[in-house]
């Protein structure tokens, strides 16, 4: 099916363009007409809730838990994008939920590292030897 907003070819199949993201229309009587300019894609609750998930990865006691959980989301949401069952507006949210997750997830990994390492319990005698 092509785009008539941007004229890329996508799958018949696609519910949105993979270029501009903008939800296509596949009954065949149906007149395409350009949305309104005032009319804005927007992200879907997916991507918005990855990018949450994985900024929330940074807080006490969140970490993996929800870090590992963006970035499935997230990956998810972005090949979904890509296929063009999803809109495209929500790329850059579906991304950072992906990345802020990952770090997330790394920094609360190796805090516990060094958590564990640095307090192991000390005794006198090691002091004094």
Not at 31 to 46: C, L, M
Not at 72 to 101: D, H, Y
């Amino acid at each position: 099916m092509i785009c008539l907003r941007c004229a890329a070819d996508n799958r018949p199949s696609a519910i949105y363009c993979a270029a501009c993201g903008l939800k296509l229309d596949t009954r065949p009587e149906y007149q395409y007409v350009e949305a309104p300019k005032d009319r804005v894609e927007t992200a879907s609750g997916r991507a918005i809730l990855s990018a949450s998930l994985g900024i929330s990865s940074f807080l006490p006691f969140c970490g993996p838990i929800t870090g590992i959980t963006a970035i499935l989301l997230s990956a998810w949401e972005l090949e979904k994008i890509k296929s063009g069952n999803s809109s495209g507006a929500g790329r850059l949210a579906a991304t950072l939920g992906l990345w802020t997750g990952f770090v997330g997830s790394v920094v609360w990994l190796l805090y516990w590292i060094w958590k564990l390492y640095y307090s192991t319990p000390v005794s006198e005698d090691m002091i004094l030897a």
